[in-house]
């Protein structure tokens, strides 16, 4: 059973930055795309930014410039640098994980809060 963990969520003013880790294990097959999704009071959960295991990236256009990702695949971890943080950034942030079979796992979610 593959689990997917976060972390590093919290509150930041405007401006700011915070960094969020995800560790993914249990994976038979390996993981292929590691990914970051946010979901905002009243809307669908939304992606910010994925990368491969050959370290492709691709981003919202919300927040490219400010975001940045990376991996550890020795770790099978993703991080998320966020930069200038917005209040409209404010979501529950998921970490997902996708592996060589196409199967896809969710975390359980953390909570950034950008007050202006």
């Known amino acids: 059973q593959v689990r997917v963990v976060e972390s590093g969520g919290g509150l930041v003013q405007a401006g700011g930055s915070l960094r969020l880790s995800c560790a993914a294990s249990?994976?038979?097959?390996?993981?292929?795309?590691l990914g970051w999704y946010r979901q905002a009071p009243g809307k669908q959960r939304a992606l910010v930014a994925t990368?491969?295991?050959?370290?492709?990236?691709n981003y919202a256009d919300s927040v490219k410039g400010r975001f940045t990702i990376s991996r550890d695949n020795t770790k099978n971890a993703v991080y998320l640098q966020m930069s200038s943080l917005k209040p409209e950034d404010t979501a529950v942030y998921y970490c997902?994980?996708?592996?060589?079979?196409?199967?896809?796992?969710w975390g359980q979610g953390t909570q950034v809060t950008v007050s202006s």
């Open positions: 990368i491969t295991a050959g370290g492709s990236a």
């Open positions: 997902n994980a996708v592996d060589h079979i196409g199967s896809g796992y």
């Open positions: 249990g994976s038979f097959f390996g993981i292929d795309v």
